[in-house]
Nanobody
Framework: QVELVESGGGLGQAGGSLRLSCAMS????????MNWFRQTPGKERGFVAA????????EYADSVKSRFTISRDGAKNTVYLQMNSLKPEDTAVYYC?????????????????WGKGTLVTVSS
């Protein structure tokens, strides 16, 4: 039974920072590319960031590039999303996802496992 548990969401201020964490259990963490998506009411879940198995390659949505950083810690089976220079438009529920593919994907339908999400609210 795979479980992905996000934490670190909450209220942030514009220009500030938050760090999200996602811990995986039930599977071998190093065998999965890890991803973050986000969703606002009435909109489709959108890609935010992804990181390869060993962490050697990352990919970001244009809207977060240079502000957000994805990383992973194999010893802790955890993937992180460091969010800097927050903007009100970053407000969303953020979801962690695990993908069995060895190449990065930005498509939510290709993900194998999902967390339940954590809400990030950015005030102006």
């Amino acid at each position: 039974q795979v479980e992905l548990v996000e934490s670190g969401g909450g209220l942030g201020q514009a220009g500030g920072s938050l760090r999200l964490s996602c811990a995986m259990s039930g599977r071998t963490f190093r065998l999965y590319t890890m991803n973050w998506f986000r969703q606002t009411p009435g909109k489709e879940r959108g890609f935010v960031a992804a990181i390869t198995l060993g962490g050697g390659r990352t990919e970001y949505a244009d809207s977060v590039k240079s502000r957000f950083t994805i990383s992973r810690d194999g010893a802790k089976n955890t993937v992180y999303l460091q969010m800097n220079s927050l903007k009100p438009e970053d407000t969303a529920v953020y979801y962690c996802a695990a993908d069995k593919a060895t190449t990065l994907s930005t498509i939510h339908s290709t993900m194998n496992y999902w967390g339940k999400g954590t809400l990030v609210t950015v005030s102006s």
